[in-house]
């Protein structure tokens, strides 16, 4: 027998233990949005008598949503997340998942923010990907960074800056941010500030950031639409109540090691897709594909009632209880396969809202009776209870009503956040 075959034997051996032995670092998910990918459909409006006025929604306040260049060209993005789980070892993550174009990002760096655009020099840190500056994310690909070392504490905040030296078309991002984002000429990505800049509101590109935790350590993902996202809360202040609940987890020493991922998308529906892929389409990408996730809170619905209730949407977006309730199974079931347990919220009021009718409360009351009742989730979160009007059960409770009786204010958020028994996320 030849002497080689012991001795390549003994070199695959020691490849797979070096293997093994660099798998077991593990990796938490401590922020993170949900892409937005698909456009809004609309409606198709039915034949009206000659000089009859079209339906059409009450006048708006302004949207918290503020508008975003088409494309970007040799310009630096500025950023602004909160990590909610604290670490030494983070890894940051893009997204090209609408497709079209190759995006390239020919610089990166993550470092602490210092408000107003601002970062804290000596915190400044390049993002590698496999070792270059330089990245190119293919359509639909994702682009994971190499471990980035920075000393970071729970809900402090962090900016990314990122460099787009060539025209590059903005289709993958989340509009509604609710952190000033900053854009300026040129590659700005290690300026200390950034006076003078143009600013919205949007996350470009950028879906993750996970940071290196114990196997103790874990994440929930706050699964919805707008009501998650935080529309009716105040910009750069961290009110949705998905950031109130991190700061309640990490307020109390049993959940210390639990983060946040907020996963919301405004207008998000659940069968079909509208302000973005449906819930169902986006449950892999947003809940089971997050690393080190451990649980999902479930708020999604009301937006199926309401959009099929808009005057000459087509009979075929017409939804029910029975379809609904279908898809709330899907949920816990395809998060159970991943060893993920379901929290359920129960959908909030809205009357008041323009679209709102006895069909459409009665359609609402009974999915809410089921998520009570059927005993299906994991757990319950009784989100309608802490919100509405007790006068008026169909109605927010006016503290709560950011002025479209339908999305909770800072007030209302914080008392969805207060209704969650944190106490459900220690047990094993």
């Not at 840190?125 to 359509?139: D, E, L, M, S, Y």
């Not at 509009?175 to 143009?198: C, F, H, M, Q, W």
């Not at 998905?242 to 946040?260: F, I, N």
Request: hydrophobic share 45%.
């Amino acid at each position: 027998m030849s002497t080689k075959g012991p001795a390549l034997l003994l070199a695959i051996a020691t490849l797979c233990a070096a293997t093994v032995g660099e798998a077991k670092d593990r990796w938490v998910g401590t922020w993170g949005t949900a892409q937005q990918l698909a456009p809004m459909p609309t409606p198709r409006m039915p034949p009206r008598p000659t000089g009859a006025p079209a339906p059409s929604p009450p006048p708006q306040a302004p949207s918290p949503i503020a508008p975003t260049p088409p494309e970007l060209a040799d310009q630096t993005v500025r950023m602004v997340v909160r990590p909610t789980l604290g670490g030494k070892l983070l890894r940051v993550q893009f997204s090209n998942a609408s497709g079209g174009a190759p995006v390239t990002i020919g610089r990166a760096q993550l470092a602490k923010s210092a408000g107003a655009g601002r970062i804290a020099p000596e915190s400044d840190r390049p993002i590698r990907f496999g070792g270059q500056t330089a990245v190119t994310i293919q359509p639909g690909q994702l682009a994971i960074s190499d471990p980035v070392a920075l000393d970071v504490a729970a809900l402090e905040p962090l900016a990314v800056s990122i460099y787009l030296p060539g025209k590059t078309a903005v289709n993958t991002l989340h509009p509604l941010g609710l952190n000033t984002t900053y854009v300026a000429k040129g590659d700005r990505t290690i300026a200390a500030s950034l006076p003078g800049t143009e600013t919205n509101r949007s996350y470009f590109w950028l879906t993750g950031i996970a940071v290196e935790a114990p196997e103790s350590a874990g994440a929930i993902v706050a699964f919805g639409d707008s009501i998650t996202d935080g529309y009716g809360t105040t910009p750069d202040t961290a009110r949705a109540w998905p950031d109130l609940l991190a700061e309640r987890l990490q307020s109390a020493a049993a959940t210390r090691e639990v983060a946040v991922l907020n996963m919301g998308v405004s207008g998000n529906r659940v069968r079909r897709d509208g302000a973005g892929l449906s819930a169902l389409a986006r449950f892999d990408r947003d809940v089971l594909a997050r690393p080190g996730v451990r649980w999902a809170i479930l708020l999604e619905g009301i937006n199926d009632i309401n959009i099929a209730a808009i005057p000459g949407m087509p009979a075929t977006e017409a939804v029910n209880a029975e379809q609904l309730i279908t898809a709330y199974r899907q949920f816990i079931e395809r998060a159970h396969l991943h060893g993920i347990k379901v929290a359920g919220g129960t959908i909030t009021p809205d009357a008041g809202l323009w679209l709102y009718s006895a069909e459409t409360e009665a359609l609402r009351q009974t999915l809410n009776d089921w998520i009570r009742q059927s005993g299906a989730f994991d757990a319950v979160i009784d989100f309608d209870a802490a919100v509405r009007d007790p006068a008026q059960p169909s109605r927010l409770k006016p503290a709560f009503d950011d002025g479209d009786h339908i999305h909770p204010n800072d007030a209302g958020n914080a008392a969805m956040a207060a209704a969650i028994d944190i106490g459900i996320f220690t047990a094993p």
